[in-house]
């Protein structure tokens, strides 16, 4: 009885893997559970109902329309399934522009909007553009007006308050250039 059932199971497991993974290939790091948790948080449970691909359930994005990359990149896909913990917070009348093949970890905060120093009613708003290839590790903290050039790598804990070039890691708090690659 015990031996039927797990075989039932893993047919069931077989055809969901050849369903999902036929349509959406970069998927297949993501445990298939993980992805029908997402599933159910987003179309059932509607968190993160808005955006059209998948979000890990305990991230939160939004403004989603305003998050610009090619939509057929992997990587990137991957990052907003597998990350959790996320926030994206990108305001209407500003852009968070990711470029190609950007990974990041769990627990990343991202924002393009922030309180105004003496009048906390006030929103100081200005876009973020992250370039090619940047990985942004746990726990970093990305503020509104930044710009990171390609092959930038963010180190944890890290707090951007600024723009960098191309080709650095950065750390620290607020963030500072570590080492030039």
Known sequence: MITRIKNKIYLIKQKFKKIIYKRHPYYINIPPSQLVVNWIFQRILRLNSKVNYSVH???KIQGSKNILFDKNDKKIKVSFAGSGGCYFAVFDNTTLEIGSGTL???NVCIQTAN?????REKFNLASVKIGKNCWIGNSATILPGVTLGDNVTVGANTVVTKSFPSNVVLAGCPAKIIKEL
């Open 57 to 59: 359930f305990t991230s």
């Open 104 to 106: 990041w970890a769990c």
């Open 115 to 119: 309180h105004d120093l003496y009048n």
